[in-house]
Structures are given as C-alpha cells and as structure tokens.
C-alpha cells in the first residue's frame, strides 16, 4: 500500500537558520508529489509539486525540495525561515492526477526568535 | 478570483446528533473533494464529486455519512448520528482538473461532546 512518512512531528529553528523537513513516500513508481503549509485555522497551500524533469523544485515563499528517487524521499528545503514560517508542514503522494492524495501526519515548526 | 468557501467554521454538538457541513467551490471547478482532518493527522479523502457524480467514496463510513453534490457546483456532508471520533476538522477542496491543482476551503472544527 503506498505511504508517506514524515519522520519528525516537531521540529525547532531559530529565526534566519536553514530548514530542511524530511519526506519518505512507498510507492511502485515514481508518483506525484507535494508539500502542502498549513497555519492555524487556515486550509492547506500547496507550496510546491513535482511530477516528472528537474529533480529540484521551486516553489512560493522561497521553498525547494528536491526529488530523490534512490532514496524515496522529496525533502523540503529554506535557506533562511522568518518568524511566519511557523505552521504544519504536510508531504503527500498520489500515483497521477486522476488518483487520490495521499498525506503525511505532518510536521510542526516552530521558529526561535 | 474568490476561493473555496465552507460554513461553518465551528461546531460543537452532542454524540448522537446530526450535523451539516456546506461547501462553496471556485467557480468552474468541475472537481470537489471532502477531506477529514483529525488533530495530529493529515487529511483523509472522504468523498470526490465529478461534476454531481461520486467518483471515490471508498473513505467514506457510509452508514453515518452522506454527501451529495446537486446540480454540481455546491456540496453538503453531513454525519448522523454523531461520534465522539468524528471530531476533526472537515476540508473541502476544489480543482478544474486533477489533484495536482486542488484549492483548500479554511475547513469546519467539529466538536462531538
């Protein structure tokens, strides 16, 4: 059965410091991925997606994540995170367009002043 | 371009009542999802609209939930009776074509006493 992992539920920066969130998916082939934001009492936003070509992906708010096929893993990368960051982080899979997202349960930042 | 609208956004009721949950697509999307959201979980597919018809309700738990889709624009979930585990937040979310471009409503808090 396809899974995604996310393997830290909560992760602490301090302002200015580089993040990276780490993603694990199980799937048979290479599937369609994202990583979604969610602040508090707000709905999801898709941060960014990558289906196929250049294994690096931009994407708003100045995230990356880079796809990593031997290692099953879409990492999601900021070179710098301001205070706003602060939110819940969601990776998740789908096998195309037409299937159904498959979510992660998610990681929680919290940015140090 | 105004987005994904859903009423209410919270509600807190009784194990064994009913509740209703309305969603407001953006205009034109031919796609509408319902998403559970349990606290320290990522969403879960309940339900996916194709214009009014179901496409996937395998989610679903289809002897307490109902979701229709008239006409194809709005949609209405509803739970009856309640659960004290249907406490979640409850998503919805529109696209024109696929998953890969889904747009989130805030979501409704649902409380069961």
């Known amino acids: 059965a396809q899974s995604v992992t996310q393997p830290d539920i909560h992760i602490t920066v301090s302002e200015g410091a580089s993040l990276e969130l780490r993603c694990n998916y199980s799937?048979?082939?290479?599937?369609?991925l994202f990583w979604y934001v969610q602040s508090p009492g707000q709905g999801l936003q898709l941060l960014l997606k990558?289906?196929?070509?250049?294994?690096l992906v931009q994407g708003i708010k100045g995230f990356e994540a880079e796809f990593k096929r031997s290692q099953s893993s879409f990492n999601l990368r900021k070179p710098s995170v301001h205070w706003s960051d602060a939110a819940e982080y969601f990776c998740?899979?789908?096998?195309?367009?037409?299937?159904?997202?498959?979510f992660g349960k998610g990681t929680r930042l919290h940015i140090l002043p | 371009e105004a987005g994904v609208a859903q009423s209410p956004r919270y509600k807190i009721i009784e194990k064994r009542q009913s509740v209703a949950f309305w969603c407001n697509p953006i205009?034109?999307?031919?796609?509408l999802y319902w998403y559970q959201q349990i606290l320290g979980q990522g969403p879960k597919l309940l339900i996916q609209?194709?214009?009014?018809?179901?496409?996937?309700d395998s989610q679903l738990p289809k002897d307490r939930f109902s979701a229709e889709r008239l006409k194809g624009v709005d949609s209405t979930l509803k739970i009856q009776p309640a659960k004290l585990e249907d406490s979640a937040v409850y998503l919805c979310?529109?696209?024109?074509?696929?998953?890969?471009?889904?747009?989130f409503g805030p979501g409704t808090r649902l409380t069961v006493l």
């Open positions: 979310a529109s696209s024109l074509y696929g998953v890969d471009e889904q747009f």
């Open positions: 799937y048979g082939a290479t599937p369609y």
């Open positions: 990558y289906f196929s070509g250049d294994t």
């Open positions: 205009s034109g999307h031919a796609t």
């Open positions: 609209f194709q214009n009014n018809g179901v496409v996937d």
């Open positions: 998740a899979v789908a096998l195309n367009r037409d299937d159904k997202i498959i």
